[in-house]
């Protein structure tokens, strides 16, 4: 079985529109309160059980990935990015781990199928959320 990496995304665009008339330092403030916002339980919560609801993968791999998070045994990253619509902040959580190839091929079905979305307040702004698993064999 190869090692596959089952990743958890969750990302929120802050539109241009809002941060183009704040200074450097305002602006690198309200994507810190973006970041911790998308820490978020409920939403991989939410995430998980559509995993789940796919039955592709074996009920080991999903309590693997929800204890190794849950537990912080996990790796992680956030950032961010400046894109046309405004600035990309994004969180990723993974763990890796052996699945048969036949789960590698289900990637596509795995994003579209565990893709949840939810609303966030920051600093008096609605921002959207959108956060999915996505399942990619390690190099």
Same mark, same amino acid.
């Given at each position: 079985?190869?090692?596959?990496?089952?990743?958890?995304?969750?990302?929120?665009?802050?539109?241009?529109?809002?941060?183009?008339?704040?200074?450097e330092k305002e602006?690198?403030?309200?994507?810190?309160?973006?970041?911790?916002?998308?820490?978020?339980?409920?939403?991989?919560?939410?995430?998980?059980?559509?995993? &789940?609801?796919?039955?592709? #993968?074996?009920?080991?791999?999903? *309590? +693997?990935?929800?204890?190794?998070? !849950?537990?912080?045994?996990?790796?992680?990253?956030?950032?961010?990015?400046?894109?046309?619509?405004?600035?990309?902040?994004?969180?990723?959580?993974?763990?890796?781990?052996?699945?048969?190839?036949?789960?590698?091929?289900?990637?596509?079905?795995?994003?579209?199928?565990? &893709?949840?979305?939810?609303? #966030?307040?920051?600093?008096?702004? *609605? +921002?959207?959320?959108?956060?999915? !698993?996505?399942?990619?064999?390690?190099?």
């Amino acid at each position: 079985m190869p090692r596959a990496r089952l990743t958890w995304y969750a990302e929120s665009v802050i539109p241009y529109k809002l941060i183009k008339d704040i200074d450097e330092k305002e602006r690198e403030k309200l994507i810190r309160a973006v970041e911790r916002k998308l820490i978020n339980k409920d939403l991989a919560k939410s995430c998980i059980n559509k995993l &789940r609801e796919l039955q592709l #993968i074996g009920e080991w791999l999903v *309590e +693997l990935w929800y204890y190794e998070i !849950f537990e912080d045994r996990k790796d992680d990253a956030t950032g961010y990015n400046y894109e046309k619509p405004g600035i990309n902040v994004w969180r990723a959580e993974w763990i890796t781990t052996a699945v048969p190839s036949s789960v590698l091929e289900k990637d596509e079905e795995i994003v579209h199928r565990t &893709r949840t979305y939810k609303s #966030i307040r920051v600093n008096n702004l *609605e +921002l959207r959320v959108v956060a999915y !698993f996505t399942i990619s064999e390690e190099d």
